[in-house]
């Protein structure tokens, strides 16, 4: 019967069943191929450039396009010498600064050597150099003592104070002070200032040594010499990777330029009448180098070194411009890169602290500290107390024809609010809410063991509940003054014992208490007086010491029979030891 029901079963061939899943897959392929295309093409209409990074740096001015970021990076420098935040290393604008200065200081150390060695040292002749020369050099020792002082004493300020002594801690204190005044020194305008003198130091005690005098008692030697002196002061251009490449560019160019006039104009016409300025032309088959120097006569040959070399200075400024500009670049895309992932990272320590909080909105932070370690959360605790605080007339207060029962939900959530307001109060820091249910306000006190052994008295947590429980009748009276022609009514129930607490659920975490205690509690409250907190006879005899209790009655308690009750009058103004 079921086989003519169903039908028999066409036993297919297994490249019939392979083509049929090849089709079936087909089809699907070819419906999710339309799709990525559809959503590939509203991509590209969107913006056609998204996919290609754009640095937020003008291409002209090299200046970053939102101006906050300007800022930041302009003062980034002098920041790091003012106040480090960050141990130092070789990608920080101390160590960075520190480094290019040394390297400026070596390279014109060995050019006055090498000046001095070709030229000799003659004072008389030359007192107008000797005296730039030694202006120039107490510039640049000035400088280069001074960062390495600074990066040096200020690697020490990142030193606990545990590993360094009363006196070094004065020392450091005292460098501080001058770590400031290189800061001041170090920021935009004024580090551009030293930076631009620093780069046309070497241009100028090259210069101003090219006279008709060296000239000829040097002969040829000379003009090969100040070519190379030009070049390499060009070149050293490049360096300081924190300043402007439009102004290091400025300097080479001037540089260059000053070369290619000297070279062209009759410097010496006392000498020979007709000056050409040597030449040097590199020839790669011979690796032979040909140089033009002071002649009387002018031909072609002449004239094609002439035009060599301007030929070769323009071609070794357009290298130097294209250098600076990337040495700017890359240096402005690395800060970019720090300040973009210091944005990332203080946004998420905020979305942490923002999932942190929700996280203690559902959960107590002991116990979500052992829930973000193990995953799950159960415990075990004795001598706790839980409390049950029911508005007992929300229900005649209520109504749900009237904008849908919004409007007194609301007042509900503002009279829990005041509650929870409590919680702020430092004497209150062993009660935790546990959750509502409906208009009962549900709370346990010394769930965190931690938090109990730093009070002084065992029962400390169980005290401040109960003082909890009698401000919240106070503030029930205080919100009642609120209302209009209506007042809300409570019943608070007590109990002290033993519970077990854990959390529910992995997506949406719920943290309760469960015991015998939790249930003695609600029956406390149930079967209540109105405005009263109401608590068994070991409770009553457990917090005695310090409150005031009456007897009330023996009631029936559902699951737990026949119990003696009391109901709180208040403190003790004499307290039982």
Known sequence: MRSSFFGKRKKSSGTDSIM???????????KEDHQIIKAMQEEADGSADSYFYEPPVNKCTMSFTECKDERAYRSHTSEDFLSPKYPQSFASPRFNVFLDIWVS????????????????????????????????????AFQAVAITLTVFTGQRSFQSSNEISAE??????????????????????TSHILGLIQLAIPLGVVYSRFTCQTLTDMGNNSELFFCYAVITAIVHSINFNLLNSWMKSTIATIGGVVLVVVANINTCPDKIGNVAMMSQVNNIS????????????SGAGDNMMHIELILDIVLLLILIWFLN???ELLTRL??????????????????????????????????????????????SHKDVGVVFISITNFDEFYDESFEGGKEFLRVLNELFMDYESLFTKKKYKDIEKIKTIGSTFMAASGLDQAERD?????????????????????????????????????????????????????????FDIWGNTVNVSSRMYSTG????VQVTEDTAKMLEHRYKFEYRDTIFVKGKGKMRTYLLQGKRTDEIE
């Not at 050019?111 to 030229?119: A, E, S």
């Not at 011979?286 to 002071?294: E, G, I």
């Not at 905020?350 to 929700?358: G, H, R």
């Open 168 to 189: 070094a801690a004065d020392q450091t204190s005292q460098v501080s002070g001058f770590s400031k005044l290189v800061g001041i020194c170090y920021s935009w305008i």
């Open 20 to 30: 049929g899943t090849n089709r079936k897959g087909s089809k699907y392929e070819t």
């Open 105 to 140: 200081t070596v390279y014109y150390t060995l050019l006055v050597i090498v000046m001095m060695c070709v030229f000799g040292v003659e004072i008389n002749n030359n007192l107008a150099w000797f005296i730039y020369l030694v202006v120039s050099l107490i510039f640049i």
């Open 454 to 510: 730093k009070n002084a008295d065992p029962k400390e947590h169980l005290c401040a509940l109960m003082d909890f429980c009698m401000e919240i009748i106070e503030t029930v009276d205080a919100f009642n003054e609120g209302m209009f022609n209506f007042d809300f009514t409570l019943k608070i129930g007590y109990n002290v014992g033993d519970i077990v607490s854990g959390v529910i659920g992995t997506s949406k975490l719920h």
């Open 529 to 532: 007086v109105v405005g009263r």
């Open 325 to 327: 500009r990337e040495i």
């Open 334 to 379: 690395a800060f970019n890169g720090d300040l973009q992932a210091a944005k990332d990272k203080k946004e998420a320590e905020n979305e942490k602290a923002q999932a942190d909080s929700l996280l203690h909105d559902m959960v107590p932070c002991h116990v979500m500290d052992e829930i973000k370690l193990k995953g799950e959360y159960s415990q």
């Open 286 to 297: 011979s690796n032979a180098t040909s140089l033009l120097l002071f002649n009387g006569k």
